[in-house]
């Protein structure tokens, strides 16, 4: 079992960042990939970033390059999202996964994960 508590969601300015973290716990957090994943009202769920269980591979939607990063310290057990230059379109609920069986294929899909956080909600203003 892997227990993943998102934070530090908030209602910020077009333009302006924020970081977002997940906490896990449970299982060895090292040993798994993790993802980010966020919903927006009337969409379906979309993935945002994953990176690897060492953190040496990182990938992004055409979304999210340029402007977030993942990043993870396993020390901590944590995996964060750092979003800049935020738009309003980038509103949403965001949650991160867990890839605890290390499948390697169709990983921007939600199938691909094990654990899903509870969501922090992101709200960009125009």
């Known amino acids: 079992q892997v227990q993943l508590v998102e934070s530090g969601g908030g209602l910020v300015q077009a333009g302006g960042s924020l970081r977002l973290s997940c906490a896990a716990s449970g299982r060895t957090f090292a040993m798994y990939a993790m993802a980010w994943f966020r919903r927006a009202p009337g969409k379906e769920r979309e993935f945002v970033a994953r990176?690897?269980?060492?953190?040496?591979?990182?990938s992004y939607a055409d979304s999210a390059k340029g402007r977030f990063t993942i990043s993870r310290d396993n020390a901590k057990n944590t995996v964060y999202l750092q979003m800049n230059t935020l738009k309003p379109e980038d509103t949403a609920a965001y949650y991160c996964a867990a890839d605890v069986v290390g499948r390697g294929v169709f990983v921007t899909l939600p199938r691909a994960y094990d654990y899903w956080g509870q969501g922090t909600q992101v709200t960009v203003s125009s």
């Open positions: 990176i690897s269980w060492s953190g040496g591979s990182t």
